[in-house]
């Protein structure tokens, strides 16, 4: 079964870029999605299908996926990006989804 | 505007049946897939299982020998069951919808807090 690998914690002062990876074997060969979720908030797809924006969401958030690592990278980060962030992909092996275990990215 | 609510009680006694209701406005069911995903407090995001409105179901291989999901398109509802529970079972318990894998979930409801008490 897939395990979703990601850093507990990512830090990036405003202005500067954010990148958030999730490690797992062959997991380019998956589709992968990103979401973001505040404080107290319920989870916001951020990305999906390694890379596309979901309408509404800021050209500032993007995605890419190879080998054994997909990135999602944050430009020009502003403190309301400060959340929590997690990969999902769906394991066409036994049929059922995948979350990585989350980053909590801090603005500084 | 799509919604998703979830609802049922926010305390559940140990050993007996969670059960959650997703109600579902401005789209019909009959068009996705439904999931429930829960979430520990202060932990991670975790995969319940998913439902189509044709029966499809597929559970989480932790949770498969507990979890029963079912639909009401009469009501628009998605109901998720969860026998035999333990405080390992409290979360906050979300519901959500996507249209197929490659679209993700792309709307969450808001999300109840389920406390399992001895």
């Known amino acids: 079964s897939n395990v979703l690998t990601q850093p507990p914690s990512v830090s990036v002062a405003p202005g500067q870029t954010a990148s958030i990876t999730c490690g797992g074997s062959?997991?380019?060969?998956?589709?992968l999605h990103w979401y973001q979720q505040r404080p107290g908030q319920a989870p916001v797809l951020v990305i999906f299908d390694d890379s596309d924006r979901p309408p509404g969401i800021p050209e500032r958030f993007s995605g890419s996926n190879s080998g054994n690592m997909a990135t999602l990278t944050i430009s020009r980060v502003e403190a309301g990006d400060e959340a929590d962030y997690y990969c999902?992909?769906?394991?066409?092996?036994?049929?059922?989804?995948?979350f990585g275990g989350g980053t909590k990215l801090t603005v500084l | 505007q799509v919604q998703l609510q979830e609802s049922g009680p926010g305390l559940v006694t140990a050993s007996e049946t969670l059960s959650l209701t997703c109600s579902v406005s401005g789209v019909s069911i009959s068009s996705y897939y439904w999931s429930w995903v829960r979430q520990p407090a202060g932990k991670g995001l975790e995969w319940i299982g998913r439902i189509s409105v044709d029966g499809i179901t597929n559970f989480s291989p932790s949770l498969t020998t507990r979890v029963t999901m079912s639909v009401d398109t009469s009501k628009n509802q998605v109901s998720l069951k969860l026998r035999a529970v333990t405080a390992a079972d409290t979360a906050v318990y979300y519901c959500?919808?996507?249209?197929?894998?490659?679209?993700?979930?792309?709307?969450w409801g808001q999300g109840t807090l389920v406390t399992v008490s001895s």
């Open positions: 062959n997991i380019a060969s998956k589709i």
């Open positions: 959500a919808k996507y249209g197929n894998v490659k679209g993700g979930f792309d709307l």
């Open positions: 999902q992909v769906w394991d066409t092996d036994t049929d059922f989804w995948v």
